[in-house]
């Protein structure tokens, strides 16, 4: 099944945001860079372009970020001089690997003050970036500690370690195309 290239934004010098799409939907959104250059001097029209193989096995970013949200970041540096994005993207990355490191102290004690601090921080910097599933369950967590409702806090502090693990993933893969 091909997917095409529906569209593309400038996020920098060098740089663009895409999203690809396939006859059911949009498919993939992320920066693509150097893959835009090369397929921009084969085809006259971008929307020509076809992308047949997505081997990777991580799911595409589109399936963990949202992509208004991210078109709502790209909009705030238009034409992408200052590189917002990516700057934007690299600090998340590095506050989220603070945030999760501060939620395995927490979470072993059930220090519950600390586990919500890191839920409430962790659901506003996933939700400015267009994580929202992790956002969702960020807020989920701090609803929990918040009520003290214990029963499934830890099976819910589970789903979000993991969503934020998936969330890393295609936020270091967009980084990196």
């Not at 990777?56 to 992408?80: I, M, T, Y």
């Not at 690997?97 to 072993?108: F, G, I, Y």
């Amino acid at each position: 099944m091909g997917v095409r290239l529906s569209s593309w934004r400038e996020i920098g010098a060098g740089r663009a945001f895409a999203v690809l799409t396939a006859p059911s939907g949009p498919a993939m959104l992320g920066p693509l860079g150097r893959l835009r250059r090369r397929l921009a001097s084969t085809a006259k029209d971008m929307s020509q372009v076809r992308v047949t193989d997505r081997s990777a096995s991580a799911p595409a970013p589109s399936a963990v970020l949202d992509e208004r949200a991210l078109q709502a970041l790209a909009d705030l540096d238009p034409g992408g001089q200052s590189g917002l994005v990516p700057r934007v993207l690299r600090t998340y990355l590095t506050s989220m690997a603070r945030l999760l490191d501060e939620l395995r102290r927490h979470r072993a004690p059930q220090d519950l003050p600390g586990l919500r601090h890191v839920a409430h921080t962790l659901k506003s910097s996933s939700a400015s970036i267009g994580a929202l599933t992790l956002s969702r369950l960020c807020a989920e967590v701090e609803r929990r500690v918040r009520d003290d409702d214990l029963e499934g806090l830890e099976a819910a502090l589970q789903a979000m370690t993991d969503e934020a693990a998936q969330v890393e993933v295609a936020v270091s893969r967009m980084l990196r195309e």
